[in-house]
Structures are given as C-alpha cells and as structure tokens.
C-alpha cells in the first residue's frame, strides 16, 4: 500500500492561496491516479481533484474549476493541489487520495490510499 503524507495546509484570508503537497511512499504509483478529498464539518467527503499518473489527464469538481490546479512531480513522487482565490466555503479538511482507478468516477471508493488529512480554513 502507499503511504500518503500532507502538507501545507493553514489559515488563510478569503482571496488568498496555498498550495497542499502529498508525498508519496511505499510503492510505484504510476499507473494510478492520485486525488484530493475534502470534508467540512457535518458533511460527505467530497471530491476536489484528480490527476492520472500516466497521461496527465487532470479532473476538477466544478466548485472549483477555474481556482484550484492539481500537477504533480514525478521525480518527487509527489502530488500538488494549488488553491488560488479560496474562498471560506473551501474550509475543510483535505485529503490526499492515492492508487486510485484511472477510469473511475473518483468516488472516494475507488481509491485504496489515503493521508491524515490536512486542515484548510478561510476567513472572510
């Protein structure tokens, strides 16, 4: 199994940015694609991003299309989800998804790794 950790996550001011990284052990996963989850207080874990290890195909959910941008480094084996214009709707925990199905639906189901999770709040 692969080992996710987070990092990056803080507080920052509606309008601002940061950037999350999730490095990657344990395992080659290339022939995965690696995802970010989120989940507020009260509500589902819900998807935010999704990039494929092989062909770089990138996915967004349409809350933040336009904002956020998910890459990755492969030398690093780490996976980066950039947040620009965040918004305080955007205060959740967020976490990295790994070894996840490529052809899925990135349903929180068809990944097999997951981080800790990593705090992002947004003040207005």
């Known amino acids: 199994q692969v080992q996710l950790v987070e990092s990056g996550g803080g507080l920052v001011q509606a309008g601002g940015s940061l950037r999350l990284s999730c490095a990657a052990s344990?395992?080659?996963?290339?022939?995965?694609?690696m995802g970010w989850f989120r989940q507020a207080p009260g509500k589902k874990r819900e998807f935010v991003a999704a990039?494929?290890?092989?062909?770089?195909?990138?996915y967004y959910a349409d809350s933040v299309k336009g904002r956020f941008t998910i890459s990755r480094d492969n030398a690093k084996n780490t996976v980066y989800l950039q947040m620009d214009g965040l918004k305080p709707e955007d205060t959740a925990v967020y976490y990295c998804?790994?070894?996840?199905?490529?052809?899925?639906?990135?349903?929180?189901?068809?990944?097999?790794?997951w981080g800790q999770g990593i705090q992002v709040t947004v003040s207005s």
């Open positions: 998804a790994g070894e996840g199905d490529p052809l899925s639906d990135f349903l929180p189901e068809d990944f097999r790794s």
């Open positions: 990039i494929t290890w092989s062909i770089d195909n990138t």
């Open positions: 344990g395992r080659s996963i290339s022939n995965y694609a």
